[in-house]
């Protein structure tokens, strides 16, 4: 009680008596800092300027502190004059100490900018829901073939699902293809999409202008011409005009009537997006072997996704047993947000948050140890404020603001980076995650990252006061400058072993996916991709018959042969990494299984005379085709390595043999030839069992030219490709000519991506944890100069206090590295399914992981040791 009332009696003393206190705890302070300065070597003159020039100006400093020590007026009150005042005080704190100021607001920075960057992203792209109604109740429907591949659905099955399926409220099927709007505007590739009448509805998606299909449109095999506008299209070829509805369109010869626009986001379900919808029309007379539709299905109200999928298998089974077609094939469905997201997108964006969480946690870390350095400085300020009459809830409230403007800094920062980082993210991106082009800064991931900095700044920020009482503070003024600490050492050692375990994380992450990127970027497709260009052709049934299209294919290669700089050109039914592929069975014709089922599951292509040529594959055995092959459907083919491998034991093994196509009424295939393996729908799935058929027989629509330049072709070859497409079939859209170095280098964006985002999070985590161990080493080294001034006095060799304290330090960091190393063992478990051809135990990436942290640990820690080695023992203790 006799305390309080001193503490409150202590304002009214005379100004001039609270003067001559502080001047004399300034001197205090002074010599403190001189006596620091001989001590690491420095003339005890020059020291004492030193000491002063760093002090500063007294008479500006005495009054401050006299003002803020005595809780003046509304300050202490806590009046919004006495928090304007307190804000200012802060702010002379933290300029004060600029590099304390900026190396804890960079780091918070890096961290919540970080973590909002990447936590908006996912969120955008995996965690926010579909945009239709009710997702949770959508399902993926889909067959597996009777080796139990996924695989696409035909007309009858879906319509046999549709009918028969009783624990689902509604089936809806879509497709899409390329063809070519002719007009309105110049002829150019669309994407037309295939939909049945109720999908929108079932998805709970409505026009945005006019309206949806009708049942009346949607006749089997007999759509009636109606279309709906995407909205770029509307955009683009009707600028956007309100009454589009009852315009026409022209689609490949075929007129299409204009009954509404699509809203925006059903690029998400369509995959790269379509230009045009119509009606699907499925017909139950179809063939039940061709798969191309996608499957989606509402569940009815009470029903689960296991009794959905009960009552699909039950239907597959009926179709199996049916049907020859369908002999053996069953069926799956997942959720629609993970089917259209695929498997390791949504684990990818979970391994970046974890990462991001990681890096902001590390942020955290580091700025409380930080915050905890300081306030061992900072108790000699506290005691001489508390001895001037400074109340704790001055003290506090002080201190408080201190932090929340150190906090504020910090967010302010963070948010300006995500800001910046957000649209190069999403560059990096463009094109190959769904929704990444709507992503923005994220309110609810921001808000949680600034709390969580906030809280991390204020409780640490506090610790000048946490548990120590006026008498402490004052002996804490006594006893600065001495090499006592405020405590917390033991927590300081615990962050930062938490730093150590966190960058193993994050680098193993990083390791793993670099080795993996690296591996994926060395893999041979099986073509050459140097000086070699790709143009898309469509050739639609409604402009050119079967007949024609062989006869305007060759023409189309020969005037394109001809183009000044083109030294071969050739044709595939498979646009390279486009991620369309082709797929049907075949059998040995003398070994062929007795049921159709049994038949095995095998790529196709449709090619020219002239593709293996201008794409770099070399012919294994037999030869490539010619223009003379023209004979019977089905002769002759050439098949890939891997099939002849498989079905006959080698390449020359496989020649002249031959397959049959389909089942067993299917046309009879004979081998001409054997081509090497080929990857041209993803860098990292490989083709392995291919058969190649001759366009002449097969014409396939949709071709894609392939170039191959002559080293140094004039860059106009392109027009020339173009005019050559446009002299040969005017009726064909103008075709974008691309160089297939960039078709392959778009095939690595989605690892690179990921692989970007990953080194990113490790190196800012490598750097945080290497601050954090360098400033923990030099703070105890500073703490223990007197300990080794006189370790030294009684003959203690340098080298032996250098080996002792990296040895100390590195223990530390060994403990951090083993429960990182645990850590990572347990998260590298995620990364599987993003790896290519590299386990998440990769012992040369651990490795190199243990070696980065060791070395830098020892490297961050020996500096500051060294630096305490070379103290005059004789000048310590002398200052003692």
């Known amino acids: 009680?006799?305390?309080?009332?001193?503490?409150?009696?202590?304002?009214?003393?005379?100004?001039?008596?609270?003067?001559?206190?502080?001047?004399?705890?300034?001197?205090?302070?002074?010599?403190?800092?001189?006596?620091?300065?001989?001590?690491?070597?420095?003339?005890?003159?020059?020291?004492?300027?030193?000491?002063?020039?760093?002090?500063?100006?007294?008479?500006?400093?005495?009054?401050?502190?006299?003002?803020?020590?005595?809780?003046?007026?509304?300050?202490?009150?806590?009046?919004?004059?006495?928090?304007?005042?307190?804000?200012?005080?802060?702010?002379?704190?933290?300029?004060?100490?600029?590099?304390?100021?900026?190396?804890?607001?960079?780091?918070?920075?890096?961290?919540?900018?970080?973590?909002?960057?990447?936590?908006?992203?996912?969120?955008?792209?995996?965690?926010?829901?579909?945009?239709?109604?009710?997702?949770?109740?959508?399902?993926?429907?889909?067959?597996?073939?009777?080796?139990?591949?996924?695989?696409?659905?035909?007309?009858?099955?879906?319509?046999?699902?549709?009918?028969?399926?009783?624990?689902?409220?509604?089936?809806?099927?879509?497709?899409?293809?390329?063809?070519?709007?002719?007009?309105?505007?110049?002829?150019?590739?669309?994407?037309?999409?295939?939909?049945?009448?109720?999908?929108?509805?079932?998805?709970?998606?409505?026009?945005?202008?006019?309206?949806?299909?009708?049942?009346?449109?949607?006749?089997?095999?007999?759509?009636?011409?109606?279309?709906?506008?995407?909205?770029?299209?509307?955009?683009?070829?009707?600028?956007?005009?309100?009454?589009?509805?009852?315009?026409?369109?022209?689609?490949?010869?075929?007129?299409?009537?204009?009954?509404?626009?699509?809203?925006?986001?059903?690029?998400?379900?369509?995959?790269?997006?379509?230009?045009?919808?119509?009606?699907?029309?499925?017909?139950?007379?179809?063939?039940?072997?061709?798969?191309?539709?996608?499957?989606?299905?509402?569940?009815?109200?009470?029903?689960?996704?296991?009794?959905?999928?009960?009552?699909?298998?039950?239907?597959?089974?009926?179709?199996?047993?049916?049907?020859?077609?369908?002999?053996?094939?069953?069926?799956?469905?997942?959720?629609?947000?993970?089917?259209?997201?695929?498997e390791a997108t949504i684990r990818a964006g979970w391994v970046l948050i974890a990462a991001a969480g990681l890096l902001l946690a590390m942020a955290c870390v580091n700025v409380s140890n930080l915050l905890l350095a300081r306030a061992t400085a900072r108790k000699g300020e506290m005691g001489l404020r508390a001895v001037l009459g400074a109340d704790r809830t001055t003290l506090l409230r002080q201190l408080g603001v201190e932090s929340a403007l150190l906090a504020g800094l910090g967010t302010a920062l963070g948010l300006l980076l995500a800001t910046v980082a957000l649209p190069l993210v999403r560059r990096l991106g463009a094109g190959r995650l769904p929704r990444l082009e709507e992503a923005g800064v994220d309110p609810a991931s921001a808000l949680a990252a600034c709390v969580v900095a906030a809280l991390t700044v204020g409780l640490f920020g506090l610790a000048p006061m946490v548990g120590l009482r006026r008498e402490a503070l004052a002996s804490g003024l006594r006893s600065v400058g001495r090499g006592s600490g405020a405590g917390g050492g033991g927590l300081r050692r615990v962050l930062v072993t938490a730093q150590v375990a966190a960058s193993v994380v994050l680098l193993v992450g990083t390791g793993l996916l670099s080795r993996s990127f690296a591996k994926l970027s060395n893999v041979d497709p099986g073509f050459d991709t140097v000086d070699r260009v790709a143009v898309a052709l469509a050739m639609p049934d409604a402009a050119y018959d079967w007949q024609e299209r062989g006869p305007l294919m060759q023409e189309i290669l020969r005037r394109s042969g001809e183009v000044p700089g083109v030294e071969v050109v050739g044709a595939t039914s498979v646009d390279p990494f486009s991620g369309y592929a082709l797929a049907n069975f075949v059998a040995r014709r003398d070994r062929m299984p007795e049921r159709a089922a049994d038949f095995t599951p095998i790529h196709w292509r449709v090619v020219t005379p002239g593709f293996f040529e201008a794409m770099g594959l070399e012919i294994r055995a037999g030869r490539g085709f010619d223009q003379g092959d023209l004979g019977d459907d089905g002769v002759p083919v050439v098949v890939g390595e891997g099939l002849a491998e498989r079905f006959f034991g080698s390449a020359s093994e496989a020649l002249d043999r031959e397959l049959v196509w389909g089942d067993h009424d299917g046309s009879v295939l004979r081998i001409v030839g054997v081509a090497e393996r080929l990857r041209d729908v993803r860098i990292d799935e490989e083709s392995e069992l291919m058969v190649y058929r001759a366009h002449a027989m097969l014409p396939w629509a949709s071709m894609t030219l392939v170039a191959r330049l002559r080293p140094g072709a004039d860059p106009a070859v392109a027009s020339g490709l173009r005019e050559a497409v446009r002299s040969a079939a005017p009726g064909l859209a103008v075709p974008e000519v691309r160089l297939l170095e960039t078709t392959l280098d778009r095939a690595l964006a989605e690892p690179r991506f990921n692989l970007l985002l990953m080194a990113a999070f490790a190196l800012v985590g490598l750097a945080l944890a290497v601050v954090g161990l360098y400033g923990l080493t030099a703070f105890e080294v500073r703490r223990s100069f007197r300990e080794i001034g006189i370790r030294m006095s009684l003959g203690a060799e340098s080298s032996s206090l250098v080996s002792g304290l990296v040895a100390r330090r590195m223990m530390l960091a060994g403990i951090g590295m083993t429960i990182g190393m645990a850590l990572a063992g347990y998260a590298s478990r995620w990364l599987d399914t993003l790896l290519f051809e590299v386990s998440p135990r990769d012992p040369l990436t651990w490795i190199a992981v243990i070696a980065t942290v060791g070395v830098t640990t020892a490297v961050a820690t020996w500096i500051p040791a060294r630096w305490a080695a070379a103290v005059d023992p004789r000048q310590v203790l002398s200052a003692e």
């Open 1 to 342: 009680m006799k305390g309080r009332w001193r503490d409150r009696l202590h304002p009214l003393l005379g100004r001039a008596r609270v003067e001559r206190e502080v001047d004399d705890e300034f001197a205090a302070h002074i010599e403190h800092r001189v006596d620091d300065l001989v001590e690491s070597g420095m003339d005890p003159e020059a020291a004492r300027a030193r000491a002063e020039r760093e002090f500063g100006n007294r008479s500006r400093l005495r009054r401050d502190t006299v003002k803020a020590g005595s809780g003046d007026g509304a300050s202490g009150a806590g009046g919004r004059a006495g928090w304007f005042r307190d804000v200012a005080w802060a702010g002379r704190q933290l300029r004060r100490s600029p590099g304390f100021a900026a190396v804890a607001g960079l780091t918070l920075m890096l961290g919540i900018g970080a973590a909002v960057t990447i936590v908006s992203v996912v969120r955008t792209v995996v965690l926010d829901p579909l945009p239709f109604e009710a997702p949770e109740e959508l399902l993926a429907l889909g067959t597996l073939t009777p080796a139990g591949d996924p695989f696409s659905t035909s007309e009858p099955a879906f319509l046999d699902w549709r009918e028969r399926l009783r624990t689902v409220s509604d089936v809806g099927a879509y497709a899409g293809r390329t063809e070519t709007l002719r007009a309105p505007g110049d002829p150019r590739g669309i994407v037309r999409g295939y939909a049945n009448a109720g999908l929108l509805e079932m998805l709970g998606v409505e026009p945005s202008i006019g309206r949806a299909f009708t049942a009346a449109e949607d006749r089997p095999g007999d759509p009636v011409p109606v279309a709906l506008l995407a909205h770029d299209l509307w955009q683009e070829r009707f600028g956007g005009a309100a009454d589009v509805v009852g315009s026409t369109v022209d689609v490949d010869g075929r007129l299409f009537e204009v009954i509404g626009v699509l809203p925006e986001g059903l690029d998400v379900l369509f995959g790269g997006g379509i230009d045009l919808l119509t009606p699907l029309a499925a017909d139950p007379g179809m063939d039940r072997g061709e798969h191309y539709l996608d499957v989606v299905a509402r569940m009815a109200p009470g029903a689960t996704e296991t009794e959905v999928l009960s009552d699909l298998q039950s239907v597959a089974a009926w179709q199996s047993d049916t049907f020859e077609e369908d002999r053996g094939w069953s069926a799956e469905l997942e959720p629609l947000d993970r089917a259209l997201l695929g």
